[in-house]
């Protein structure tokens, strides 16, 4: 319920420190490639903004384009029409997982 002339939030489900990030990556989903970039991760999630969604629950491969790619297990938790789609993300290799860790260690405000 609102209150006063605040809206109602949505409840907060995160907990982990979000980052604004951005970088281009490929969606792997069955033999389509689609094109995206990110607009901020985490060490469970990620925001992707792109022109064609999957729906809430479809799984695929994201590689991040980075100097070394990061290849990312992802499943669709939410979708936001015209926008993109909230996912959670898991790295699919061992290497993938040390270069998703850096990457977010190289983000955090307490690495600086």
Known sequence: MAT?????????????????????LEIEWGSAVLRGSTRDISANGMFIEAPDTLWVGAGFTARLNLTEPVKLDCHVKRVEPGRGMGVAVAPSESESQKLYHDLLSSLSPTSN
């Open 4 to 24: 006063g002339d605040q809206p109602a939030r949505r409840l907060e489900r995160r907990w982990a420190p979000r980052y604004s990030f951005r970088a281009d």
